[in-house]
């Protein structure tokens, strides 16, 4: 069983920063992918970004140059440090890894419960 817990959610102002937090628990083998996901208000929930397990990265083009996604693999942690922030960021941001967990050795693909994001104008 892996369980995510995500944290560092809250209001902001515009143009300022918040840096969210992923935290695993489990028998995590190794986690190959990890993706930050976000949904707005009446919105389809929208892939972030994501870093694999050889740290390659991909941002959505709305949050290139102001989102960073990292991970700690001793900490079973990600991260995602978010500056410059606009009104329209605000969403429930949710963590989502895929790995392998155990004995037995099983895959895993776990979600988060989310964290709120608010920023206002």
């Known amino acids: 069983q892996v369980q995510l817990v995500e944290s560092g959610g809250g209001l902001v102002q515009a143009g300022g920063s918040l840096r969210l937090s992923c935290a695993a628990s489990g028998s995590i083998v190794s986690f190959n992918f990890l993706a930050w996901y976000r949904q707005a208000p009446g919105k389809q929930r929208e892939l972030v970004a994501t870093?694999?397990?050889?740290?390659?990265?991909s941002y959505a083009d709305s949050v290139k140059g102001r989102l960073t996604i990292s991970r700690d693999n001793a900490k079973k942690a990600a991260y995602l440090q978010m500056n410059r922030l606009t009104p329209e960021d605000t969403a429930v941001y949710y963590c989502?890894?895929?790995?392998?967990?155990?004995?037995?050795?099983?895959?895993?693909?776990?979600w988060g419960q989310g964290t709120q994001v608010t920023v206002s104008s």
């Open positions: 989502n890894m895929k790995g392998l967990h155990g004995p037995p050795m099983r895959g895993f693909d776990a």
């Open positions: 870093i694999t397990s050889g740290l390659n990265t």
